[in-house]
């Protein structure tokens, strides 16, 4: 791990303004990612702005009828709220699949949404990687990509988004509420959080430098059966080799958004109309433009099949 000099934020505002004046700055929260990254010299900022002590850790009802989420809430928090297991329960589903007690207990909302990849070669520092060294290539390309995007890649990245939560957050169209340095606001939709790779993979998301996450802000609730079922290589503590989060309405429509098969939740919205037709119809029509390898060819019909166990589940 390289040297890093350290201080803790006493504001929102504060700590914006700390990282958004200093190009290797970084915030910290809890660290479940970040550190293992400084760790193996994949991520190597050169101050850290801790962020634990700002109140963002608060589940408050919004004046949309909905719930606002502190960007500090840690998972295990957010998935035990009784309110979310009522009205979103897509959302505890999908953090429950996650990772391990210990890690929940730690990650926080806001750090969940910007975990990275965990693609072999973004964590092999001896390979080529557009991600981590933008312009040494893509080993995952010509190389080994069965865990690896189906559709949304591009020739600089083939690199998935890793995470459960946000897969659930995708369908339930929450929204991502942040602060820059000088205390400005914005809010960006969950749909437009996350970027494609591009040109630019070593971007994960919008975010300008300097901007914190402040909250995740969730609509009101629409109801409907919340499903999230995830298949893996093995039965826990595992990463998506195909998820799907759904939310299902007793006519049959609903949302549904597919994680581990892009660099981001994949939802396409306009292939929901399907729905009712059945798995097939519905992700012929979510993975009409996907470019699988060999080794990944796979996660198309898996996600067919994992879609159609989905709707079973609702009609049961």
């Excluded at 505002?13 to 004046?21: G, L, T």
């Excluded at 970084?26 to 634990?52: C, R, S, W, Y």
């Excluded at 295990?76 to 709220?81: H, I, P």
């Excluded at 409907?224 to 080799?241: E, Q």
Aim: aromatic share 6%; charged share 25%.
């Amino acid at each position: 791990m390289k040297s890093f000099t350290y201080e803790r934020a006493t504001s929102p505002e504060q700590a914006a303004a700390i990282v958004a004046d200093r190009p290797g700055a970084k915030f910290l929260a809890g660290g479940t990612n970040l550190l293992d990254l400084m760790k193996l010299e994949i991520e190597t900022p050169t101050h850290l702005v801790d962020v634990q002590d700002l109140n963002l850790a608060r589940i408050d009802e919004d004046t949309n009828g909905g719930l606002r989420i502190g960007a500090l809430v840690s998972n295990t928090a957010l998935a035990a709220d009784d309110r979310v297991r009522r009205d979103y329960g897509v959302l505890t589903r999908a953090i429950v699949a996650g990772a391990s007690g210990q890690l929940r207990n730690k990650a926080t909302t806001a750090g969940n949404l910007l975990q990275r990849t965990r693609c072999p070669y973004f964590y092999d520092t001896n390979m080529p990687c557009n991600k981590r060294r933008p312009g040494s290539g893509c080993g995952a390309l010509a190389g080994y990509s069965r865990q690896l995007a189906v559709v949304g890649s591009s020739e600089q990245c083939i690199a998935t988004y890793p995470g459960d939560m946000a897969v659930a957050l995708r369908v339930l169209d929450a929204t991502v509420e942040t602060v820059k340095a000088g205390g400005k606001t914005r809010s960006i939709p969950i749909a437009e959080f996350h970027r494609l790779p591009g040109d630019e993979p070593q971007r994960d998301n919008t975010l300008e430098h300097g901007e914190l996450i402040t909250a995740v802000v969730l609509p009101k609730p629409i109801g409907g059966r919340h499903i999230y079922h995830k298949v893996r290589d093995r039965a826990s503590y595992a990463f998506a080799l195909v998820s799907v989060a759904a939310v299902i309405q007793k006519d049959g429509s609903g949302r549904v958004a597919f994680g581990g098969v892009a660099h981001k939740p994949w939802r396409v919205e306009a292939a929901e109309a399907a729905l009712h037709q059945g798995s097939s119809a519905l992700t012929s029509r979510v993975f009409a433009d996907a470019r699988p390898t060999e080794d990944n060819k796979f996660k198309i019909p898996l996600a067919k099949r994992t879609l159609a166990s989905v709707i079973a589940q609702t009609r049961a």
